[in-house]
T-cell receptor, first 114, second 113 residues
Framework: GENVEQHPSTLSVQEGDSAVIKCTYSDSASNYFPWYKQELGKRPQLIIDIRSNVGEKKDQRIAVTLNKTAKHFSLHITETQPEDSAVYFCAASRVRTGGFKTIFGAGTRLFVKA | DSGVTQTPKHLITATGQRVTLRCSPRSGDLSVYWYQQSLDQGLQFLIQYYNGEERAKGNILERFSAQQFPDLHSELNLSSLELGDSALYFC????????????FGPGTRLTVL
């Protein structure tokens, strides 16, 4: 079935270092790849997204890359700050019978140490 | 604040009972999605509605059902509740039925005792 694998499950970095989270999807028809940040007890919030016709997208300290051939996409956070500490979820979506189904990865718990 | 509202915020009930969770999407959004998030787990897609019609279905149990009303609010009905149904239930909305950013509500925490 469709699934999204996300690695690592936990990531600890020093403030100022970079963090990289990787995801692999199985459904080759997926065409939208959002990344969500979820702080403890709060709702997931979109931080960046990429569509299948784009290979890379950047927004300040956050960037996402997509390799459609390998069915692989990654989140890069540079100059990490303690407030970046949260759980990050990748997801893959595709239009299906008039709607779309979003499959989420299991999440990566990021700790940024001051 | 995403503009998506969910009620109630917390719900405690017993096994075998039935509950209804309510969601109001952002103004102008026609699609509503329901997700289940168990403790320390990822988000499991349950179902999507667009303008009152079911559009996509995920791993939703037969004991669960949902609908979207003409005013676009949605309800998720959970029946014959089991301990394992305890989770955070999120509703999200987006503008259309095509792939697009989803805005999540604050969630309803369901505890089944």
């Amino acid at each position: 079935g469709e699934n999204v694998e996300q690695h690592p499950s936990t990531l600890s970095v020093q403030e100022g270092d970079s963090a990289v989270i990787k995801c692999t999807y199985s459904d080759s028809a997926s065409n939208y790849f959002p990344w969500y940040k979820q702080e403890l007890g709060k709702r997931p919030q979109l931080i960046i997204d990429i569509r299948s016709n784009v290979g890379e997208k950047k927004d300040q300290r956050i960037a996402v890359t997509l390799n459609k051939t390998a069915k692989h996409f990654s989140l890069h956070i540079t100059e990490t700050q303690p407030e970046d500490s949260a759980v990050y979820f990748c997801a893959a979506s595709r239009v299906r019978t008039g709607g779309f189904k979003t499959i989420f990865g299991a999440g990566t718990r990021l700790f940024v140490k001051a | 604040d995403s503009g998506v509202t969910q009620t109630p915020k917390h719900l405690i009930t017993a096994t075998g009972q039935r509950v209804t969770l309510r969601c109001s999407p952002r103004s102008g959004d026609l699609s509503v999605y329901w997700y289940q998030q168990s403790l320390d787990q990822g988000l499991q897609f349950l179902i999507q509605y667009y303008n009152g019609e079911e559009r996509a279905k995920g791993n939703i149990l037969e004991r669960f059902s949902a609908q979207q009303f003409p005013d676009l609010h949605s309800e998720l009905n959970l029946s014959s509740l089991e301990l394992g149904d305890s989770a955070l239930y999120f509703c999200a909305s987006s503008v259309g039925q095509e792939v697009d950013e989803q805005f999540f509500g604050p969630g309803t925490r369901l505890t089944v005792l």
